[in-house]
């Protein structure tokens, strides 16, 4: 649920609303199809259980796009390396990927911690992009409320990983909150867009 391009104390971001847009609506679609594969493959999976190969290859893909994701922002931005809190979040999306590749050969309960965590670090980043992006983008407080509810939803899913009720279900709706929030982002940055150009 993470968006990571900003203003460096040596860079002034280029970031447009148009492209963020862009890149959210392609967040929105990733994020559904998701949701919808966990859901009809694996949600049924507890935190005792060993993901199946279909959950294993989701759970690692969606810290890996996310990681992604903020390299393409990195691009419209124009930052390049300056840029450190979009470096951090490209890291960390990286490592999660890795780690999650290792937890999803022990048990669900496992990667859900790995997902837990990822999700809480990911969403202190996303909440102080937001912050910094209001002057240079606008519209940005759907991006505040999806960071901030990342951090609580990670600190949650972590928390309760090894709970024998948790599973794979509490992820897809955790990505489908996040998908909800990037759209709410997306026509607020249109209605800013209209008003400048009146």
């Known amino acids: 649920m993470t968006q990571t391009t900003v203003t460096s ?21 990733f994020s559904l199809i998701w949701v919808a594969l966990v859901i009809t493959t694996s949600a049924s999976l507890v935190s005792t259980d060993r993901p199946t190969a279909i959950a294993a290859v989701l759970l690692v893909i969606y810290p890996l796009w996310d990681a992604v994701a903020t390299l393409l922002e990195h691009r419209m931005a124009g930052t390049g390396s300056t840029d450190r809190v979009g ?23 496992t990667a859900l911690l790995v997902f837990g965590v990822w999700a809480l670090l990911s969403g202190a980043i996303q909440l102080v992009v937001a912050i910094r992006r209001r002057r240079s983008a606008g519209a940005q407080w759907p991006m505040v409320i999806s960071g ?6 990670g600190a949650t899913i972590a928390a309760t990983s090894a709970s024998a009720t948790s599973n794979l279900s509490t992820i897809a709706g955790y990505s489908a909150f996040g998908a909800f929030w990037f759209l709410v982002s997306v026509i607020a940055l249109s209605i800013r867009t209209r008003r400048e150009k009146r």
């Open 9 to 29: 104390s040596t860079t002034t971001t280029t970031t447009t609303p148009s492209g963020l847009r862009s890149l959210h609506l392609i967040r929105v679609a």
């Open 87 to 109: 470096t951090t979040n490209v890291a960390l999306g990286l490592a999660t990927a890795a780690g999650m590749i290792a937890a999803v050969f022990s048990t669900t309960g």
């Open 148 to 153: 901030g509810q990342s951090v609580l939803a």
